[in-house]
């Protein structure tokens, strides 16, 4: 399904490890980006942009090992019929992923990624889509 927009919202660090230990802080914070990142969800669902899950195969005893509690969405999400979900193995999500096909399959030119301050991944991934020729619009998540 090709999407009007031509534009995607790149989910990273949206598997349960990496919201559990700020939970268990209960600042309130986790629950504040979370809504953020749930109401950004559903804007670009309103829009017509494709919103892409990744969901990180990390290796055997890793918080993001497959299969394990961590490893899975936070309860949070939920993929919908025009959604997508890809797994990925390196830093950078374009890396021997299918990332790229499913994007240009999908009449994709743009996308933004939304990712947790300071993750590796993010960076990594952003500069691999820059390689594989999208052009990054800035989304700002206000936490």
């Given at each position: 399904?090709?999407?009007?927009?031509?534009?995607?919202?790149?989910?990273?660090?949206?598997?349960?490890?990496?919201?559990?230990?700020?939970?268990?802080?209960?600042?309130?914070?986790?629950?504040?980006?979370?809504?953020?990142?749930?109401?950004?969800?559903?804007?670009?669902?309103?829009?017509?942009?494709?919103?892409?899950?990744?969901?990180?195969?990390?290796?055997?005893?890793?918080?993001?090992?497959?299969?394990?509690?961590?490893?899975?969405?936070?309860?949070?999400?939920?993929?919908?019929?025009?959604?997508?979900?890809?797994?990925?193995?390196?830093?950078?999500?374009?890396?021997?992923?299918?990332?790229?096909?499913?994007?240009?399959?999908?009449?994709?030119?743009?996308?933004?990624?939304?990712?947790?301050?300071?993750?590796?991944?993010?960076?990594?991934?952003?500069?691999?889509?820059?390689q594989a020729g999208f052009r990054i619009t800035a989304w700002q998540a206000p936490l």
């Open positions: 399904m090709s999407h009007p927009s031509g534009h995607a919202l790149l989910l990273l660090d949206v598997q349960r490890c990496h919201h559990e230990a700020s939970e268990a802080q209960g600042d309130g914070a986790s629950g504040r980006r979370l809504a953020s990142w749930r109401q950004a969800v559903g804007q670009a669902r309103q829009r017509g942009d494709l919103v892409v899950f990744l969901q990180r195969d990390g290796p055997a005893g890793s918080a993001t090992e497959p299969l394990t509690r961590g490893w899975t969405l936070h309860p949070d999400f939920r993929v919908e019929a025009d959604d997508a979900l890809l797994r990925f193995g390196a830093e950078d999500a374009f890396a021997g992923s299918s990332l790229t096909l499913e994007l240009r399959s999908r009449g994709v030119s743009s996308l933004s990624i939304l990712a947790l301050p300071g993750s590796p991944a993010a960076e990594a991934t952003r500069r691999g889509a820059e």
